[in-house]
């Protein structure tokens, strides 16, 4: 098993705090031999009628002494990830989880913000402090 992020149980207790249910932790991604995995995956209730909302949950530090390095990385990782639930068929919506301190250095600028316009990245902006989501970031 890979090395946790930093802020795993804490993007865990902000879902949990938000209404989600921990489904997976890690969420198991197998393409070919290939075995890998996603910090969590996790569900809701949205109504008795639509159902429930499922999610996989990449949780980023942004710790690094670049944060373009570190943007470079959890990208490439993304869509990895996006391309093996695409292919296996699995129908939940990806997110990258940042805290809101990496969320104001990178994504309010133009490098991150372009990922945003072009709908390339989900993100999930937290507060590291209070263990709360702050922002649904959807495209």
Known sequence: MSRRDIYHNTVKIALQKDGWTI???PFPLQI????LSADLGAERLISAEKGTEKIVVEVKSFV???DVKDLEQALGQYILY???LNEIGEQRDLYLA???PAYQSVFTIEIGQILIKNQ???LIVFNDISEEIIQWIQN
């Open 120 to 122: 390339i990245i989900k």
């Open 64 to 66: 690094s002494a670049s």
């Open 82 to 84: 996006k391309q093996i």
């Open 23 to 25: 489904t997976h932790d």
């Open 98 to 100: 940042i805290s809101q």
């Open 32 to 35: 070919g031999n290939k075995r």
